[in-house]
């Protein structure tokens, strides 16, 4: 193993221990048992400032997407930043919770006509667009709706790689501009996504410059003038190998923007990087097999659940086991992890070395926070993992109650 990844497996591991110390995370488990999530917004919070004075004039609009619980709302909220949202169903959640649709953003490029309008009675006057069809949608809208393009770089490096489904490029962009001038809609400026887990500081300055480069160029020669540069999210979170942090990457982006201070709008859309590192997952062995492969834990958590990241995103959260944590355990073996579905697909990580497991034995996977909970499914009828705030908060006075009780 490299030193940086020891160094982060060490790092992650001392996390995990201190966290499953807490009375806070024994009371979740003596409430839910295993599997469940434990959730600490002071985590959430800790980045959003991280991020604020990394890049401190630039306004954060939280994905929402990545992670929709009401804690991780509500304590980014208070803290003031904005919301990026794809539905009207995220929308609802931000209105429960009495934030300012002039804080929000609608991102999603493809809308039906009723969203659309639903989302401008509520208030939201931020848009997304990247094709014909979708600026249509917005003919005879108020002046006070303005619209992004959404531009496409490819970025073969980043786990996921949105500029396939989405995005146009500049011969197109400026197609756009045209037609969204003609038709008298505001196009208030550009948005992009370099990628979803990019650990390329580089391919977020050459966005940048392209993209700045390519308003000025339209500036001229449409005679309009933009607002607002959006540059999205995609900033890297370290699952099992280190990547570059949020100050890495602001010191690479920060000169590149400056300039652009007083003239630009410059905001972001960060999902990730603001919740994985909050969440951990606790599961259980409920089964043990030695196979032809070797020995097979099976979990009470998999690929159709919380670790729906490990499919969906390709990326390794580590795993250790609890006792591990509290004290060093000699004789480790290789093992395979799989989730308690019927799918043979339902592997959550091949080759882990774990101490010697039976039944009923904790494991705990740090930065579970993003993609993951909201993109589990309920295959074979299993119920959602339950999140328990551990952080400042407690989700709510009930459930601060049946903590309390529970220690
Ligand atoms: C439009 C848009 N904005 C922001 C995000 C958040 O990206 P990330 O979690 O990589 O920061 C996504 C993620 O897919 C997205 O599609």
């Not at 600026?135 to 770089?153: I, M, N, Q």
């Not at 410059?266 to 409920?286: D, K, N, Q």
């Amino acid at each position: 193993m490299s030193p940086g990844r020891e160094a982060l497996r060490d790092l992650r591991r001392r996390e995990c221990a201190a966290l499953m110390a807490t009375d806070a995370a024994r009371a979740a488990l003596a409430l839910h048992g295993a599997p469940v999530l434990l959730l600490d917004t002071a985590r959430v919070r800790r980045q959003y400032r991280r991020l604020r004075s990394a890049l401190p004039f630039v306004r954060f609009h939280y994905a929402v997407k990545a992670l929709d619980h009401d804690a991780v709302i509500a304590t980014l909220a208070d803290d003031g930043c904005g919301f990026d949202v794809a539905t009207g169903e995220e929308l609802a959640l931000l209105e429960r919770h009495g934030v300012d649709p002039g804080r929000v953003i609608h991102t999603h490029p493809i809308k039906k006509a009723a969203e659309i309008a639903d989302a401008i009675g509520r208030g939201i006057r931020t848009f997304v667009i990247d094709n014909e069809t979708e600026l249509a949608k917005f003919t005879g809208v108020g002046s006070d709706v303005s619209l992004l393009v959404r531009l496409a770089y490819r970025s073969p490096h980043a786990k996921s790689d949105l500029s396939s489904k989405f995005g146009v490029g500049a011969f197109e962009a400026e197609r756009l501009v045209t037609s969204a001038l003609a038709r008298g809609i505001r196009v208030a400026g550009f948005s992009f996504h370099v990628g979803s887990q990019l650990d390329d500081p580089d391919r977020f300055v050459r966005a940048i410059d392209e993209t700045v480069a390519l308003m000025g160029d339209l500036e001229r020669r449409l005679r309009t003038r933009f607002t607002v540069l959006d540059i999205g999210g995609g900033f890297p979170v370290a699952y099992d190998e280190p990547v570059a942090s949020i100050d890495d990457i602001a010191a690479r982006i920060r000169p590149v923007l400056a300039p652009l201070v007083g003239r630009l709008d410059i905001i972001a859309e960060p999902g990730r990087v603001l919740v994985a590192e909050a969440m951990t997952l606790v599961t259980s062995v409920v089964g043990v097999a030695e196979r032809a492969d070797g020995r097979w834990y099976y979990l009470d958590d998999g690929v159709y659940g919380a670790y729906s990241n490990v499919v969906a995103e390709d990326v390794h959260p580590l795993v250790f086991a609890e006792r591990e944590l509290r004290s060093d355990v000699a004789g480790h073996r290789w093992a395979t992890l799989a989730g308690p579905t019927c799918d043979s697909a339902d592997v959550v990580a091949n080759e882990v070395l774990l101490p010697e497991l039976a039944v009923g034995d904790l494991l705990v996977s740090p930065a579970m926070g993003a993609y993951t909970a909201v993109t589990a499914t309920r295959f074979n009828g299993r119920a959602p993992t339950p999140i328990a705030v551990v952080g400042f908060a407690a989700q709510s006075p009930a459930e601060r109650a049946a903590l309390a009780s529970a220690v």
